[in-house]
Each structure stands twice: as structure tokens, then as C-alpha cells.
């Protein structure tokens, strides 16, 4: 398991992301503080998950939605393929309980 780990890790693509991510890094944690700051109280996140859909369609993602739990989601095409919820914020229930498993990709509550 070592082995895959540091050869996945030694792949220039992997460092590349890894690099990009270390650059970044005061962005989105900016960028997260601006999503968490935005009220969300359980039934009432419709603000934050507009904001993160915008986000989204920033980031070039398309046919972004939020359905009717609240859980914003949108395509991302590249390289032939198409991947659904790509960017971060992931897609995820906004204003989770506390303690509460998390839903989808990603969590933002």
C-alpha cells in the first residue's frame, strides 16, 4: 500500500494538483469563511446554496441546480468525460445538524 501511495504521490499530475492546492490555499479558506458566514439555519439555507450555485457556474460547471433538499449540484466536462459535482464546495446538504451523517459528496453544514 506504500508503494501505490508514494507512486501516486510522485505522479506529476498529482504534484501538480498538490502544488495548485498549496497556492490557493488562503483563497479557499477565504472563499469557505464568506460560504459559512452566510445564515443557514436548518430550513432556511436557500441563501447559501445560491451563493454556492453561483460559485459553481463561476467555476464553470453547468446545469447547476438546487433541488428541493437544498443540495446544490452541476456538471463539469473535461477531457471527454463528464464528472457530476466537481468543484468545491461539493455538493452536500447546506446546515446539517450537528452530529448528523453527512449527505452527499460533500458536506457544507
Known amino acids: ?16 494538483a498538490r502544488q495548485h ?14 460560504l459559512s458566514a452566510i445564515p443557514a439555519p436548518t430550513g432556511a439555507e ?5 451563493r454556492v450555485a453561483e ?3 463561476e467555476a464553470g460547471l453547468r446545469e447547476v441546480r438546487i433541488d428541493e433538499a437544498g ?4 456538471w463539469f466536462s ?3 468525460g463528464t464528472l457530476q459535482d466537481a468543484a468545491a464546495p461539493r455538493r452536500g446538504r447546506l446546515g446539517r445538524a450537528p452530529g448528523a ?5 460533500g458536506d457544507l453544514g
Do not use: C, W, Y
Open 55 to 57: 460559485l459553481f457556474r
Open 1 to 16: 500500500m506504500h508503494e501505490l501511495i508514494s507512486g501516486l504521490l510522485g505522479h506529476d499530475r498529482v504534484k501538480a
Open 46 to 50: 436557500a441563501e447559501r446554496a445560491a
Open 78 to 80: 473535461g477531457n471527454g
Open 21 to 34: 492546492i498549496e497556492r490557493t490555499d488562503e483563497a479557499t479558506l477565504a472563499r469557505q469563511a464568506a
Open 101 to 105: 451523517a453527512a449527505r452527499g459528496t
Open 71 to 74: 443540495n446544490v449540484s452541476g
